[in-house]
């Protein structure tokens, strides 16, 4: 009796081959049902006649398992060890994985980021990728057998394992794809695509069936959170043609593009055309942040390049930031930074950065929320900003810094009004879904 991996028709088998990266996310692997459900996935996309790589994440929440583990063993673990122990994770399901592509017939082997080619810099538990090598990974497929490589790892120029850091498997599939000449990658994960905002927040939410990279990218900047924002740039910079899916439906999902106006809605599945897209086209929020604020900083010139400069040198990735109009001399500097950095932040101001540059820092304010609205249309519509902040104002919501871009406005806010800002912003904006 012929194996699922053999069956099929001639009429499928006969239709041109392309080349698929598949991601796959941790909920979408986290257990051995969900791992033989994307085996059957594979089987199936193999029978109609195309060749896949698939990069596979740690199951289900084991990456947070192995860092409560380290944390309960060491006050400040070595990045080194703390590389090494996070990716035993994606190791474990690679193997996993081609254990269960054997059962429904499906030749593959397992690769470590290493294995696979991916060089890295040494920046531990956030490393970059600088090149890729990925002769194993085209021999395998040229061999007509699935390659099952571990996300987010890869080896650094000292020989080390390296962390490409969370979100880092949506990398190693976009960065993947690009290495191989990929006809697409497939991001799977448990959401069936982009949404106009949070479905959790918004239920009539409408799911997107195509987005600009541009859009895209200022979406996962401020607060959506998959896919990785990372993925995105290079996918854009790459012109890496991504696919959002779901893991769970295996429904078309939403499709990333350069420009909407170059689809076919007969071809690519796409029902609106670029003419009927909406000025806005997403509502994202974020409540990860913090905003620090110092007081009485002379007005003169570098005084700001020294400040950021010192942050950008110990790792602090400082996003929104406002200088108010000087008065007599002197100014306040606001800006915002992952709560994650606030004590590093505080640290980095207190040990001589405000002594050199003068100023008194204020107390962090950790109660704030951004919510941003994105849509390319907007460049060429009047009026947005001034409809934003009126349906904030409507809804008696202070806004505290804005910030803007081509095609985005972001607002700080107090966090416990940003659900109702994002709601109100989407039934605004004509986003709710019929």
């Not at 800006?335 to 002594?355: I, K, M, W, Y």
């Amino acid at each position: 009796m012929p194996s699922n991996e053999q069956s099929g028709s001639g009429a499928q088998a006969a239709r041109p081959s392309k080349l698929i990266v598949q991601k796959f996310g941790g909920t979408s692997v986290a257990t051995p049902e969900r791992m033989r459900a994307v085996a059957e996935h594979v089987a199936l996309c193999r029978r109609r006649g195309d060749r896949v790589a698939m990069v596979v994440s740690a199951m289900g929440k084991e990456t947070d398992d192995l860092l409560h583990m380290a944390d309960q063993i060491s006050s400040q673990p070595d990045g080194r060890e703390m590389d090494m122990l996070i990716t035993a994770g994606e190791r474990k399901a690679i193997a996993l994985m081609c254990m269960a592509l054997h059962e429904v017939g499906v030749p593959a082997h397992s690769f470590t980021g290493s294995q696979a080619g991916f060089l890295t810099d040494s920046n531990h538990r956030n490393a970059k990728i600088l090149e890729i090598n990925p002769y194993r990974i085209t021999e395998t497929v040229e061999a007509d057998i699935v390659p099952v490589i571990a996300g987010s790892q890869g080896v650094s120029n000292e020989k080390n394992v390296t962390f490409l850091g969370r979100g880092g498997s949506d990398t190693t599939a976009v960065a993947l794809a690009k290495a191989l000449g990929a006809d697409s990658c497939e991001l799977y994960t448990d959401v069936s695509g982009v949404f106009s905002a949070d479905p959790r927040l918004v239920p009539r939410a409408t799911k997107m069936s195509a987005i600009t990279f541009d859009e895209l990218l200022e979406m996962t900047a401020t607060g959506c959170p998959k896919p990785a924002m990372r993925s995105v740039e290079v996918a854009h910079n790459h012109r890496v043609p991504l696919h959002i899916r779901s893991a769970f439906t295996w429904e078309t999902g939403t499709l990333v593009v350069d420009d909407l106006a170059d689809l076919n809605p007969e071809l690519d599945n796409i029902p609106e055309t670029a003419m009927e897209q909406p000025i806005i086209r997403a509502v994202t929020h974020d409540l990860s942040e913090a905003k620090l604020t110092i007081a009485a900083v002379p007005d003169k010139p570098g005084v700001s390049a020294q400040l950021f400069r010192a942050l950008a040198e110990s790792g602090v990735n400082v996003d929104m930031i406002v200088q108010n109009v000087s008065d007599a001399g002197m100014t306040d500097i606001s800006f915002t930074v992952p709560r994650t950095d606030v004590a590093q932040t505080e640290q980095v101001l207190n040990d001589g950065v405000l002594n050199s540059i003068g100023g008194r820092l204020l107390p962090t304010e950790q109660s704030i929320g951004r919510v941003s609205v994105i849509g390319a249309g907007m460049k060429s519509n009047p009026g947005v900003a001034a409809k934003m902040f009126e349906t904030l104002a409507e809804e008696g919501i202070n806004i505290e810094m804005i910030s803007t871009s081509a095609i985005r406005i972001s607002c700080v806010i107090e966090a416990a009004r940003a659900e109702q800002a994002v709601q109100t912003l989407h039934t605004a904006f004509g986003l709710d879904a019929a």
